[in-house]
């Protein structure tokens, strides 16, 4: 399916790191569930590889050579990184000079040709050059817009709609970021931002994105997806808003500090997320996790019909086999692969539970 075909027709558009946990949750889906999705990958050093081709090939062992949208992600300024050639490599695409011509350049390098570009706004004096360089390119574009430069997003909206002819091709990322249970209060201002977006480049696509997932679970157990609810509200005063978030992912890395995380297994329903997190009992981090794993799946928010690698990880942890979650990051990618499904195929039971995989009992 070509990238026109799936932008026309995509429902949600996940924005994912190319890191381990992400990558294996992708991995791990229905082949269906991949051939179904338009992604946006921001692309970062993979773990201490040294050039930037391991963690392109590493995206495409997760998700194959179907079409992508393709973002660089910002630089990592922590003073305990290594330098290493990748983070050159990343600096000159960063660079904004002839038009991003490096960026341009890496679009039309062999072995890329799946990528669709996502346009930086870092300087806005060569955002022009970007827009008519891939215009004429022909994949179609992608320009993700950040909470920071919401009041501008008409203008650009406008400016990109006349290098487009009308906005043919683009799609519009209004992203969020980091938020919680009052997101929702900004659904008037967002739908007509929306609206005013769509009304300057017609022919355009644009998606309401922000990531709500807890930073601290000590006392919760579930939490509503406070952006699948803003879209829900906002999707009937604006028809034609695609919905997208990090996958179940923060919008922002958590570093340093505090030793690992106490055990936790979480399952990601349509609307909801639940948590089930271990706070001290005895026993090794396996016999932990085992322990949440069987209280998840003695609960009622499981569902034993749903087929997903992520469920069967959880299944195979309340075993103690060892081939389950036996860490965050195992734990991270079950839940990612899990809800990436339920987002993918929301309001869909047919979809949802027709994986399509050999499924081998554990």
């Avoid at 990343?90 to 011509?101: E, H, K, W």
């Avoid at 965050?328 to 692969?337: G, M, Y």
Wanted: glycine share 8%; charged share 25%.
């Amino acid at each position: 399916m070509s990238a026109q075909v799936k932008m026309a027709s995509m429902k949600y558009l996940p924005i994912l790191e190319v890191r381990p946990a992400e990558m294996m949750a992708l991995q791990e889906l229905p082949e269906k569930d991949k051939d179904l999705m338009l992604p946006l990958f921001r692309i970062r050093p993979w773990v201490a590889a040294e050039k930037l081709s391991s963690a392109l090939d590493r995206l495409k062992a997760a998700f194959g050579e179907r079409p992508s949208f393709v973002e660089v992600a910002e630089a990592d300024v922590s003073k305990s990184v290594k330098e290493r050639e990748v983070h050159a490599e990343l600096r000159a695409l960063r660079d904004s000079s002839g038009g991003f011509m490096n960026w341009q350049n890496f679009f039309v390098a062999k072995g890329n040709e799946r990528f669709i570009p996502a346009l930086q706004l870092r300087d806005p004096r060569e955002y022009l050059s970007q827009v008519r360089f891939f215009h004429q390119l022909g994949r179609g574009m992608l320009v993700r817009i950040d909470i920071g430069l919401d009041s501008l997003a008409e203008g650009i909206a406008r400016l990109t709609s006349a290098e487009t002819d009308g906005g043919e091709g683009v799609m519009f990322v209004l992203d969020y970021g980091k938020q919680g249970v009052r997101f929702a209060e900004s659904s008037s201002s967002i739908s007509l931002l929306a609206a005013a977006v769509l009304k300057a480049a017609p022919k355009s696509k644009v998606a309401i994105s922000a990531s709500s997932f807890p930073d601290a679970f000590t006392g919760i157990s579930r939490q509503p997806i406070f952006e699948r609810n803003l879209y829900q509200s906002l999707v009937s005063k604006v028809p034609g808003l695609i919905f997208s978030d990090r996958g179940s992912a923060r919008a922002e890395r958590q570093l340093g500090g505090g030793g690992a995380p106490a055990p936790r297994i979480d399952f990601a329903k349509s609307n909801e997320w639940f948590f089930f997190r271990d706070d001290g009992g005895t026993g090794t981090r396996l016999s932990a996790y085992q322990r949440q794993a069987k209280a998840l799946m003695d609960s009622e928010h499981w569902d034993a019909s749903l087929k997903l690698w992520g469920c069967q990880m959880i299944e195979k942890t309340s075993l103690a086999d060892e081939s389950g979650i036996t860490s965050p990051s195992r734990s991270t990618s079950a839940r990612i692969n899990i809800h990436i499904h339920q987002q993918l195929h929301y309001g869909d039971q047919i979809g949802l539970y027709d994986t399509d995989e050999e499924w081998v009992d554990i």
